[in-house]
């Protein structure tokens, strides 16, 4: 009996622990590696007064803000105002259960694993919506109302990128459709050259998704001042910013296991070790495209909200659509090899 | 000891207390948009208890479009409106006839519904899905585009008259408004708009020296 006590209860929260204290550490790094990438584009420095090129920077401002007030607006809703945060950081945190990091370090290798990240990832909007609310606020409320359209209105294009996967893989299972891109042609076996476009829509409609510039228009520094969490200070605040850093983190994840081949090798088998899939790959990946969010961010001006619907709807959502179709189409007569059998 | 069987229940129990008081939040908090709130946990704990009952597609599909898209819509209405509680509180004694009779057809309804339902079905059939030998997810698909393929396309059909029909019923013809035309504007060209004269360099002539008097800075 303890055993099974052991197995069903203290084993699961074990590996729950090894997957979110990692994150958090790279989420303190990937902030630390922002400022410095935005830094060297702008021609600075960036953080390099604490430890070592101001590695230490992330981890004396999470310190700084623990120890700050939470300063809570006059006349605002208090239970809704204290509860937004975490209502943000839950389903960014609940959505690592079922990313696979290798053949088998997964924590849930459910079958419909892409349905749960679709799930997941679409309630991450109430927390915004909830903190411009509850602030009592009119920036908060402007940058609240701006962020439910814009997530709502790429939801859509996402979810069909999606689907264009699940029908070239014939799984929800995303150890599965890691799989059904292993072949003998190393990186030409990859999703992304049948689904080019939707690969690309998929990755721009992930940043859209985590509000991150050019879409920022949630936050907008220069017009709203900080958006929806701009009433927000001390611990509440870097729970924002937790749930932020983690979304752009497990979009970074999601890419390449959809797309480009997870964990798998992009050479082919004969090259020996570089050859060999390995959880090493998926984070030199996942490492490009956390990347490309800072790349993004110190280069292209902010989008205004009314070519931001423009973009989604009169322009992602037509392709996404039609390449559905041409993905019905490949499968179907068998123009991509899924799977080892090509 | 953990029986699995018990274990479930209890959850079941769990889940379906929250559903029932959050569903009875929805109709007695006085903050409207508590009560849109009330109505997405009524949402995510019916999802819960769709999960033990192995529909785990329904689940979620209840939770991305209901929890995820159309309660959010929702929320921010609810937001948008300044609804003033006295008035929600006014007609309260006039509609309460009203809505006794509503409800007592409704259960009567219902009651008629399980009482069919008891007599024609007496023990529920073993899952199809697991009997197929597919996840919950595949068999639904399999289903819906194989044997109901046609009613799964008539529904589609009438949402999407639903969609345009509500697009038409906005839609204002309004004159003077001036739209932007993004094909147009990548179409242009730098030569529309700038033109570069080449002219000769005009030499200025060299400044005089001011005759007469002097002024000092």
């Known amino acids: ?342 | 000891m953990i029986d699995t069987n018990m274990f479930q229940l209890v959850c079941f129990y769990a889940f379906a207390a929250v559903t029932v008081v959050a569903a009875l939040g929805v109709i007695t908090l006085r903050n409207s948009v508590h009560a849109v709130l009330s109505l997405v946990l009524t949402f995510f704990s019916t999802a819960c208890i769709w999960l033990l009952a192995e529909a785990e597609f329904l689940a979620i599909a209840l939770i991305v479009v209901y929890v995820g898209a159309v309660m959010v819509l929702f929320l921010f209405v609810v937001m948008m409106l300044d609804i003033k509680q006295e008035q929600v509180r006014e007609g309260f004694i006039k509609y309460l006839p009203v809505g006794i009779i509503v409800a007592l057809i409704m259960l009567g309804e219902m009651l008629a519904l399980i009482g069919v339902r008891a007599m024609h079905q007496a023990v529920m059939g073993a899952d199809p899905a697991a009997a197929a030998g597919m996840s919950n997810t595949a068999w639904l698909g399999t289903a819906l585009y194989t044997q109901f393929l046609l009613p799964f396309e008539v529904a589609a059909l009438i949402l999407t008259v639903g969609v345009v029909a509500a697009v038409v019923l906005t839609l204002r013809q309004r004159t003077g408004v001036r739209h932007q035309q993004a094909s147009q504007q990548v179409r242009v060209n730098a030569r529309d708009r700038v033109r570069v004269v080449k002219m000769a360099a005009e030499v200025p002539a060299a400044p005089q020296p001011a005759p007469g008097k002097e002024t000092t800075p």
């Open chain 1, 1 to 342: 009996m303890g055993e099974q006590i052991f197995n069903q209860v203290v084993m699961p929260v074990i590996y729950i622990l090894c997957i979110v204290l990692p994150l958090v550490i790279t989420v303190a790094l990937y902030v630390w590696w922002e400022r410095k990438v935005l830094g060297w584009m702008h021609v600075r420095m960036g953080p390099n007064k604490i430890g070592p090129f101001g590695l230490l920077q992330a981890f004396a401002d999470v310190t700084k803000l623990l120890i700050k007030e939470v300063i809570l607006p006059t006349s605002a809703n208090k239970a809704l105002y204290y509860m937004a945060p975490l209502i943000a950081l839950v389903p960014a945190l609940a959505a690592w259960a079922v990313i696979p990091f290798n053949d088998k370090m997964v924590l849930a290798n459910v079958n419909a694993g892409l349905l749960y990240l679709l799930a997941m990832t679409s309630l991450g909007v109430y927390g915004i919506i909830l903190a411009g609310w509850a602030s009592n606020s009119r920036y908060a409320l402007l940058g609240a109302m701006r962020s439910a359209a814009q997530v709502i209105s790429y939801e859509l294009a996402m979810g069909l990128c999606l689907v264009c996967v699940l029908v070239l893989a014939g799984s929800l299972n995303l150890t599965d459709i890691v799989h059904a891109q292993a072949g003998s042609k190393g990186i030409f076996d990859w999703f992304m050259w049948p689904l080019l476009p939707v690969f690309i829509i998929y990755f721009i409609s992930g940043v859209a998704e985590t509000n991150r510039a050019p879409f920022d228009v949630a936050e907008g520094e220069s017009e709203i001042v900080a958006g929806f969490h701009v009433e927000y200070s001390g611990s509440a605040f870097a729970l924002f910013f937790l749930a932020e850093y983690a979304n752009m983190i497990l979009i970074s994840f999601l890419a390449p296991i959809l797309f480009m081949g997870g964990w798998l090798s992009p050479l082919p088998a004969s090259w020996g070790l570089l050859g060999q899939a390995s959880i090493l790959w998926l984070f030199v990946k996942v490492f490009v495209f956390a990347f490309m969010f800072l790349w993004f961010r110190a280069s292209f001006p902010r989008y205004r909200y009314d070519q931001i619907m423009r973009l989604g709807w009169k322009v992602f959502i037509p392709i996404t659509i039609v390449w559905v179709l041409v993905a019905g189409c490949m499968k179907f007569f068998g123009w991509v090899t899924v799977g080892t059998g090509g």
